[in-house]
């Protein structure tokens, strides 16, 4: 099946399946309104053929929101906390525009209560659809069905790391048919002899997209791509660096004539930082709450195990260089660092942790108690990670731009800790610091809220293994 058509059915069958997935969680929040006993009925009962009738006025809102946010964009592929983010975004705003309906404008008389039960059986229902509907594409392309041909051309390392991703995402429903690879030093002979047989390549294998992975500097090469393949009907797609991904975050002004272009800082201060502190606040007394029970049993099972206290604080460096007291549950016997000094975690090897605190450093339920620290405001729930002020005063002197972590909040969790694994050399430090920038040029709620549902996933799924 062609792209062109393949899209359109994808498209097709999102909007249908959306739809009654949304009829059905409203008529279930009608049943338990009227038909049960859950809530005394006061007012009088509503028909349902009424109820669906402006029900059907609030599922349309829904399609539009998420149709002119990009929610049906079969171009794109959504990560699951993005798809719940969309979820959670169309059915507030869907279901504020009819409570304001109920409010302002008589004839739009309807259940409040139905609404409640509406928003969380909207999220049930359709996150449970999604969910099927994903398992039923990547079923299909794991059989070989409706994949899209693609040949890649790129540079190592951004041409590996693209392979990778492709070859374990099968959701992506993409078929590489072949890989042209522009290798350092090997002169241009053999390359350009490659990239002058692209359009017979397209044309035997019936090659659909053209993904370029080449870092920012091979200009040259993207442009000799082009011009290839400039009169063949393709899906171009380019695998940008994250320089690049930072430079696209620019503002243009106009100094009397002279344009200049400024590099967006991130939006971590002003409107939207307070409301990030509410949302720290709130949901982090959220997690204390639901975690509560490990609270009890940790620090019964880390005093069978080992002598010394139960939390351990360490130093930190926070906003603006300040210096704080992180807190954990500890992991290691007690003056582990007495021989060794400040050193960086060696992982399954390290010596220094204890049985029951190898088991909390794997499922980071040692990471628990830091929530306290976001209460105080020393943290959020997303940043980048604090580090130790001995490494911090090392790592500015060898790292370039490494003191811009601290114009943010440290977090929990972020960008860097989901991407690359903890730092174990300076090189480790350099990856993750463009990470950290990255999150500090995108910064937003709708990437917090994907980055705690990552978090979240990524948990459940390492207690599996």
């Given amino acids: 099946m062609k792209s062109g058509a393949k899209d359109t059915t994808f498209f097709l069958f999102a909007i249908i399946l959306d739809l009654l997935a949304l009829w059905a969680a409203f008529s279930l929040s009608y049943w338990l309104r009227f ?27 829904w399609v539009l ?36 309906m109920t409010f302002f404008y008589r004839p739009f008389a309807y259940s409040r209560v139905g609404l409640i039960f509406a928003f969380f059986l909207i999220h049930i229902f359709v996150a449970s659809e999604k969910l099927l509907f994903r398992a039923l594409k990547i079923y299909l392309f794991k059989k070989g069905k409706l994949l899209s041909r693609i040949l890649v051309v790129g540079e190592n390392p951004l041409l590996q790391k693209t392979l990778d991703v492709i070859n374990k995402d099968k959701e992506l429903g993409l078929e590489i048919v072949e890989v042209i ?41 993207i442009k ?11 899906n171009f797609l380019f695998v940008p660096d994250l320089f690049e991904i930072m430079m696209s975050k620019v503002n243009a002004l106009d100094l009397n004539g002279m344009p200049l272009f400024v590099l967006r800082q991130a939006p971590l201060d002003g409107w939207y930082g307070f409301v990030k502190r509410i949302i720290d606040v709130v949901f982090s007394s959220l997690f204390l709450i639901v975690t509560s029970p490990v609270f009890i049993i940790t620090p ?10 139960i939390f351990y604080l360490q130093k930190r460096v926070g906003k603006d260089e300040k210096i704080f007291n992180i807190v954990k549950f500890r992991s290691m016997f007690q003056n582990a660092e007495e021989k060794t000094g400040p050193v960086w975690a060696e992982g399954k090897s390290d010596s220094r942790v204890t049985r029951i605190g190898r088991f909390l450093r794997v499922t980071h339920l040692d990471e628990i108690p ?10 959020s729930l997303v940043g980048p990670r604090p580090e130790r002020p001995i490494f911090v005063k090392k790592l500015k002197d060898q790292v370039d731009g490494y003191i811009l972590r601290h114009a943010v909040k440290p977090g929990l969790t972020g960008v860097a800790q989901l991407e690359h694994r903890p730092d174990s050399s300076i090189e480790d430090v350099k990856i993750k610091l463009k990470y950290d920038r990255y999150y500090m040029e995108n910064a937003s709620f709708k990437l917090d809220f994907i980055l705690i549902a990552r978090t979240i996933f990524t948990l459940i799924k390492r207690r599996k293994h």
């Fill in 370 to 379: 830091q929530l306290l620290n976001v209460l105080r405001n020393d943290m």
């Fill in 181 to 221: 690879e522009n290798i350092k030093g090997d002169g241009k002979g053999s390359f350009n002899s490659e990239m002058k047989k692209i359009p017979e390549k397209v044309k035997n294998y019936n090659i659909e997209s053209v993904i370029m992975a080449f870092p920012f500097e091979r200009y040259k090469e």
């Fill in 35 to 61: 038909s049960t006993i859950l809530i005394p009925i006061s007012r009088g009962t509503i028909s349902y053929s009424h109820y669906i009738l402006f029900s059907l006025q609030i599922i349309v809102i």
């Fill in 65 to 100: 929101v998420g149709y002119f946010a990009g929610a049906y964009d079969t171009k794109k592929i959504y990560p699951l906390p993005e798809q719940f983010y969309d979820i959670f975004r169309n059915t507030l705003i869907s279901l504020v525009i009819a409570l304001a």
């Fill in 224 to 234: 000799e791509v082009l011009l290839q393949c400039r009169d063949l009907h393709l």
């Fill in 300 to 309: 019964i099972a880390i005093k069978i195990n080992s002598k010394g206290p």
